[in-house]
């Protein structure tokens, strides 16, 4: 099963920079090597499914952040790794009868560069295979039963196979010869190649795993826990915004009996921070990740689609509101096809005027009502089609962010209160920021 999701969430949620701006995937981005970054991005771009897969990851990394473990590696020993295994051409394979004069010759003046590269390769494996035995041995003395994944056994069952049998009886420091490096490079580059790449793959696992844990206690983040049950909704309590320097937190629950919340507030009362402080939660929990919030729980969904900074498209001639239009028709498109989705819409049809932005704002939203297998997320500031879907719906559950008046100045508290806004301050702010004496002096 795939997990649904497009460029447009990614970039509504910032999951990946769009031009200079933080993203989530760069806040996590600080691995030891590259390949653990390049892995990294992948899991961003394919979140789990299965309650099983999200919350087994979650316990491995939780394993490796109760326990404090450091990464036990020289990263300058993946780079030299990893440019020997690239090298694929079977003329550059070293053989026992090529331990000639000839070759001596060059090794003394230095000369012979492609050997010198093998060599420090391969002596670069052996050194990682020495770690990860240490390492897999700390992790199965620690590791109750639950923890002890799949992931810490395929790793005991790649250094316990026979092809790094030879390799692991090699004692630190020992020097070398021809003969020695020649069998070695047969085994690793050549004959067991995908064995040797698995376990660097493996290890760049172990490295991302160490630094979602250290982000965790870093960020005060919390793990989710993907419940295993037909149908929890979702649960938040403490819930903030992983970019914000001082974020204000909110708890916040979508259950099935009340599967749509009806979100309103004043300009900059914070309904968009809100909004996509769910979403990256929400993305987050599906990747087993630990999340922004102080505690959560979660249905496992099939995908997360929002549209909280919709841009028209001159290229095929959609106006703002068309491309509103077309939007709500691709996420009704996945909905009809028995997704179990969480969708969030950030001022639905603020395109188009308020007549029809009121009209389809209750039709859209009494429809979504009637999905109970999805969970949406409405944000308006038209607070009338609040008070339209209070009379005709029961599972419609109605919050807003409050703004105080001091001194005739707006003061947000960024704090969810049930029930609907009577805030209407754009004139205030208008006003206040002088802007209609400028244009009449």
Request: hydrophobic content about 35%.
């Amino acid at each position: 099963m795939i997990f649904y999701s497009d460029k447009q969430t990614t970039e509504d949620l910032g999951i990946f920079t769009k031009g200079r701006g933080k993203c989530v995937y760069e806040l996590f981005n600080r691995t030891h090597t590259h390949g653990a970054s390049d892995l990294l991005r992948d899991m961003f771009l394919t979140p789990l499914c299965t309650s099983e897969e999200i919350n087994s990851r979650s316990s491995i990394i939780s394993l490796f952040e109760a326990n404090n473990i450091e990464f036990p590696y020289d990263t300058e020993l993946f780079d030299a790794a990893e440019f020997y295994l690239s090298n694929t051409d079977s003329r550059s394979r070293l053989s026992r009868h090529e331990d000639n004069l000839e070759r001596k010759f060059k090794s003394i003046t230095g000369t012979d560069v492609n050997y010198k590269q093998i060599k420090k390769g391969i002596e670069s494996i052996l050194e990682i295979l020495r770690k990860t035995d240490n390492l897999v041995t700390t992790l199965i003395s620690i590791a109750d039963k639950e923890h002890c994944s799949s992931f810490i056994k395929e790793l005991q069952q790649i250094l316990d196979s026979p092809e790094f049998e030879e390799a692991k009886k090699i004692k630190p420091k020992t020097r070398l010869n021809y003969a020695t490096i020649a069998d070695l490079d047969k085994t690793l580059r050549f004959k067991n190649i995908q064995t040797t790449k698995r376990l660097l793959s493996l290890i760049y696992y172990t490295d991302i795993y160490i630094t979602v844990a250290r982000i965790k206690r870093e960020h005060n983040f919390s793990f989710a826990k993907a419940s295993t049950e037909q149908s929890t909704g979702i649960k938040i309590t403490g819930l903030f915004h992983p970019l914000l320097e001082n974020p204000i937190p909110n708890s916040v629950e979508i259950t099935p009996e009340g599967n749509v919340i009806f979100l309103t507030g004043a300009n900059m009362a914070g309904k968009s921070t809100f909004m996509k402080s769910l979403g990256i939660a929400a993305y987050l929990a599906h990747m087993g990740f630990p999340v922004p919030a102080k505690e959560m729980t979660f249905d496992v969904l099939e995908g997360i689609f929002t549209t909280i900074n919709l841009p028209d498209n001159m290229c095929m001639g959609y106006s703002h509101f068309y491309a509103e239009v077309m939007r709500v028709k691709k996420v009704s498109e996945k909905i009809g096809k028995s997704r179990k989705l969480l969708v969030i819409f950030d001022e639905l049809f603020r395109g188009t005027n308020v007549k029809d932005a009121y009209d389809a704002t209750v039709a859209v939203t009494k429809a979504f009502a009637t999905i109970s297998n999805s969970f949406f997320v409405i944000s308006t500031h038209i607070i009338e089609a609040g008070d339209t879907l209070k009379e005709q719906c029961d599972n419609i559950r109605f919050l807003y962010l409050p703004t105080e008046m001091k001194d005739n100045t707006p003061v947000y508290s960024y704090k969810l209160q049930k029930g609907i806004t009577a805030d209407r301050h754009g004139m205030l702010i208008i006003r206040n920021e002088r802007i209609p004496d400028i244009l009449n002096q």
